[in-house]
């Protein structure tokens, strides 16, 4: 009997949601930090506030989301998703990376709004993923 492939769509689609979940994580986390930054170390999650780990985190989404939606681009050939993500992506890295220096506020909207594109485009993915990556598989059966 045949061993069962394991079923790279469904690989796509976690990875999609993990990024989805993971941006509003991140918008939350950074819209709600500067009013509980000092709760944080309080309830032991001290770390959250910590800019390596901010950094770390939005590296991990970077990459999550570059990876996931390039894969689902070469699937469905709609630009939508990369379009709304770009710019998100540069407004995490921005935010972490200048707007910290400059001002706390500039910092959380920039992560904030940037975090929420990210999201966004793996929601749009995902939609798109469903919509005409399905069609080509039943048009493509054998």
């Known amino acids: 009997m045949a061993k069962a492939s394991p079923n790279p769509q469904g690989v796509w689609h976690f990875a999609d949601r993990l990024g989805a979940m993971a941006s509003f994580l991140c918008a939350i986390h950074c819209a709600l930090l500067p009013f509980v930054l000092t709760l944080l170390p309080l309830l032991g999650l001290g770390f959250l506030a910590e ?17 996931s939606l390039i894969g689902g681009y070469r699937r ?30 500039l910092h959380s909207v920039m992560v904030t709004c940037g975090g929420l594109m990210v999201a966004s485009a793996h929601f749009v993915n995902l939609r798109l993923d469903r919509r005409f990556c399905r069609v080509h598989r039943v048009q493509h059966a054998h």
Do not use: K, N, W
């Open 76 to 105: 469905h050939r709609r630009p939508l998703p990369l379009t709304l993500a770009l710019p998100g992506l540069m407004l995490l890295v921005s935010g972490v990376t200048f707007a910290l220096d400059i001002s706390i506020v």
């Open 51 to 67: 800019h390596g780990f901010e950094r770390g985190f939005v590296l991990f989404a970077c990459m999550l989301a570059l990876t």
